[in-house]
């Protein structure tokens, strides 16, 4: 939201070309108005979609570029209209800031899919800036996008939680995933995959993680939990798991089959997508025979967000992560890019952004 002849009063780091390298720059936030919250940003995750906008990957990156969407922070103003929060409150901030908060899904509370929707960052506001995300010092929003951070939930911890967190949290509870007993397949397991294992051990249900990878085995076992572990390009392996699953979440970004998967669903199973390979082709067979269910899902509406940082505050669910400096952030997103991580970057913003 940088604006000629403004003060530049946020400091952050930017992209200024499709190479993606980040370096400090400085620019400003519009004034807190009557219904928005000040923020003083202490963390933010580093998500996949930070490599893609700030390397120019979809063709309508928008230089210089502030990525971030997985922000939290201590409120340090709040408009005179503002009622949820006060100055001090730990608060978080997902991947939207803005909506037209008149349609039937803003009125659900599901505004994620809003055709007015405006991202956290990369994208036009309602006002004709370009909104700059959390690899900044403090961030300005409407009251609306912001969600509480409950005092026992480590703010590094909630971080990951606004975009890996809610993206799996989401299709998880519209399909009814939280059925002690069930059992549910996880392919990937990356920062939405573990998370995926995360939850589903602390609804009760019987994990399998898939991945082509059989050097995630212990860690999917020993370190997240997982009751199972198959190697997805094995097809014993695959063929022994036959009928096996209520429930899969499919986190995987590149391209694999899902005939495969498919045939290892109970009758009326669900396979929900959350990752963007780029072609989803399977038999008609495959859905038809036992009338199962391929469904997609983003990340969440505020409703579910709130929700989901409630539940992971109370049953003590904290991502994995590793926590950076904001001068560490080109490695990290090269190492993103190589899925060298386990499994979220932090970066620690209070401390390293200066």
């Not at 008149?102 to 009125?107: I, K, P």
């Not at 994995?320 to 991580?341: C, H, S, T």
Request: charged share 20%; aromatic share 8%.
């Amino acid at each position: 939201m940088s604006s000629d002849g403004a003060k530049e009063d946020c400091l952050g780091w930017a992209a200024r070309d499709p190479s993606g390298l980040l370096s400090p720059y400085k620019f400003s936030r519009r004034t807190v108005g009557s219904d928005d919250v000040s923020i003083r940003i202490t963390h933010c995750g580093v998500c996949h979609a930070d490599v893609g906008r700030t390397r120019n990957m979809a063709g309508d990156s928008k230089y210089p570029l502030v990525p971030g969407h997985e922000i939290v922070g201590i409120v340090k103003q709040v408009g005179s209209h503002v009622q949820r929060f006060k100055v001090g409150d730990h608060v978080g901030v997902g991947t939207y800031v803005n909506s037209c908060r008149e349609c039937e899904y803003c009125n659900d509370g599901l505004e994620v899919h809003c055709e007015k929707m405006v991202l956290t960052f990369d994208r036009i506001d309602m006002d004709g800036t370009v909104t700059k995300g959390g690899y900044s010092s403090h961030i300005v929003v409407h009251e609306r996008y912001c969600f509480t951070i409950p005092e026992n939930l480590p703010l590094a911890s909630a971080a990951p939680l606004l975009c890996a967190g809610i993206t799996v949290y989401t299709p998880m509870m519209r399909h009814k995933m939280n059925q002690p007993g069930k059992s549910l397949g996880v392919i990937g397991l990356g920062g939405l995959g573990h998370m995926a294992v995360k939850f589903g051990k602390a609804f009760g249900l019987k994990v399998t993680v898939f991945s082509t990878s059989i050097s995630k085995r212990e860690e999917a076992l020993s370190l997240l939990g997982a009751d199972h572990f198959v190697v997805s390009s094995d097809p014993e392996q695959m063929k022994a798991m036959a009928k096996s699953l209520h429930f899969i979440i499919d986190t995987a970004a590149g391209d694999h089959p899902f005939d495969p998967y498919m045939s290892l669903l109970k009758t009326g199973g669900v396979l929900a997508l959350v990752g963007f390979s780029r072609e989803v082709k399977f038999s008609p067979a495959s859905l038809n025979i036992g009338m199962k269910t391929v469904s997609g899902s983003l990340t969440g509406g505020t409703k579910d967000i709130q929700e989901m940082i409630d539940f992971c505050a109370a049953q003590k669910i904290y991502p994995n992560i590793e926590v950076i400096p904001i001068d560490y952030v080109n490695e990290a997103l090269e190492r993103l890019i190589k899925k060298d991580v386990k499994y979220r970057f932090v970066i620690d913003i209070e401390n390293s952004l200066k």
